[in-house]
T-cell receptor, first 116, second 117 residues
Framework: AQSVAQPEDQVNVAEGNPLTVKCTYS??????LFWYVQYPNRGLQFLLK??????LVKGSYGFEAEFNKSQTSFHLKKPSALVSDSALYFC??????????????FGKGTKLSVIP | DTGVSQDPRHKITKRGQNVTFRCDPI?????LYWYRQTLGQGPEFLTY????????KSRLLSDRFSAERPKGSFSTLEIQRTEQGDSAMYLC???????????????FGPGTRLTVL
């Protein structure tokens, strides 16, 4: 079975400071990893994904994520936070093959608050 | 390119009633997914369609839940004899045909928020 852990329920960061939202995963074989953002009463918006290749993935709105196979982590980062980045962030994993390989398994989410 | 749309956006019903939700995927996306999200949790997978075929169902999808995608375009999710525990946000996602060597990205709709009184 595949799983995702987001160890922080909430992350607070000052505007202009770098931000990191943590994610670790467990899956059989090589993973497909995703980050989504959710604004209040809205669906999920895709930010970025890792499939293979370069461990540093760049996505929308200046976000990037670093895949670390040995630590089974896929942390989301941004060099300079904006107040508009305040939202709920979800990490998700999808297995490469086998049962459940079509579904995304999500973490519980991390609420990011950027303080002006 | 319009996104995934869902209807209704909100539904309030009484326990024991039946409800049906509709999802219209992005055009030419042959893959469609339903998820359920409760407060404070991430979305949980319910079911997956490739064209009109339902290929995967979660154990969360009890016999009171049924999903269809009759012509491989829009999909409906029906809940019979609703219970208070069914209160949640029901999210639909779609993705394009799979290209060998790549993986598809799932694009989500705005969701239908169900409240069972």
């Amino acid at each position: 079975a595949q799983s995702v852990a987001q160890p922080e329920d909430q992350v607070n960061v000052a505007e202009g400071n770098p931000l990191t939202v943590k994610c670790t995963y467990s899956v059989s074989g090589n993973p497909y990893l995703f980050w989504y953002v959710q604004y209040p009463n809205r669906g999920l918006q895709f930010l970025l994904k890792y499939i293979t290749g370069d461990n540093l993935v760049k996505g929308s709105y200046g976000f990037e994520a670093e895949f670390n196979k040995s630590q089974t982590s896929f942390h989301l980062k941004k060099p300079s936070a904006l107040v508009s980045d305040s939202a709920l962030y979800f990490c998700a994993v999808r297995g490469l093959s086998g049962a459940g390989s079509y579904q995304l398994t999500f973490g519980k989410g991390t609420k990011l608050s950027v303080i002006p | 390119d319009t996104g995934v749309s869902q209807d209704p956006r909100h539904k309030i019903t009484k326990r024991g009633q039946n409800v049906t939700f509709r999802c219209d995927p992005i055009s030419e996306h042959n893959r469609l997914y339903w998820y359920r999200q409760t407060l404070g949790q991430g979305p949980e997978f319910l079911t997956y369609f490739q064209n009109e075929a339902q290929l995967e169902k979660s154990r969360l999808l009890s016999d009171r839940f049924s999903a269809e995608r009759p012509k491989g375009s829009f999909s409906t999710l029906e809940i019979q004899r609703t219970e208070q525990g069914d209160s949640a946000m029901y999210l639909c996602a779609s993705s394009p045909p799979l290209v060998e060597g790549l993986t598809d990205t799932q694009y989500f709709g705005p969701g239908t928020r169900l409240t069972v009184l």
